[in-house]
C-alpha cells in the first residue's frame, strides 16, 4: 500500500504530512515570489554588468529557476486537490501529476552569477530535491514512525 499524502483520516502522522506540505508550500510561494522580483526588475543591474556569455547563462538559469518553482507548485496544488476531496489519490499518482524533472545546472555556470542570483539557483535545487523525496514517498509502502507505535497497532487490531 502506497503512502497517501491525501488521506482524509488524519492520525498524527498524516497531520504533521500535511503541515509540512503546507510549509513547503508557502516556501516555494515565497521563493517564486524572490525569484520573480529579482530577475524581472532587481537583478537587472546585475545582469547588465555581466559580460555576454554569462548574461545569456543568467537568462537561462533565471527560466531554470521559473521551471523548478512551477513544477513544485503544481505538484503541492495536485497534493491540495487530494486532501479537498477534489481528486482521487490514485489519480495523484498519474505521471502528468507528478513532480516535473528539474533542469540540470552546473555549478561552475553557478560560481559565475551574482551572489543572490546564486542563493535563487541553490535555494530552487534545494526545495526541489526535498519535494522529490515527497513525491516519491507516495510509491513507497508505509512503515509505522516507531516500534512502539507499530505495536500498539498491531495490539488494536488483535483485540
Known amino acids: 500500500m502506497a503512502f497517501a499524502i491525501g488521506m482524509t483520516n488524519a492520525g498524527p502522522e498524516m497531520r504533521m504530512h500535511h503541515r509540512l506540505i503546507d510549509a513547503l ?3 516555494a510561494m515565497l521563493l517564486a515570489d524572490e525569484a520573480r522580483d529579482y530577475f524581472d526588475e532587481g537583478g537587472r543591474i546585475e545582469r547588465d554588468s555581466l559580460d555576454p556569455p554569462t548574461r545569456v547563462r543568467f537568462s537561462c538559469e533565471s527560466l531554470k529557476v521559473t521551471t523548478r518553482l512551477m513544477h513544485v507548485i503544481a505538484w503541492f496544488l495536485v497534493q491540495r ?4 476531496g477534489e481528486l482521487e489519490f490514485r489519480d495523484a499518482l498519474d505521471p502528468a501529476r507528478r513532480l516535473g524533472d528539474a533542469p540540470e545546472t ?3 555556470v553557478i560560481d559565475a552569477l551574482p551572489s543572490k542570483a546564486r542563493y535563487l539557483i541553490q535555494s530552487s535545487i534545494d526545495l526541489h530535491r526535498r519535494v522529490t523525496v515527497l513525491d516519491l514517498a507516495q510509491d513507497a509502502p508505509i512503515v509505522s514512525a516507531s516500534p512502539a507505535l507499530s505495536m500498539q497497532r498491531r495490539l488494536a ?3
Do not use: M
Open 25 to 27: 508550500y508557502s516556501e
Open 81 to 84: 486537490a487530494v486532501r479537498a
Open 106 to 108: 552546473e555549478q561552475v
Open 157 to 159: 487490531s488483535a483485540f
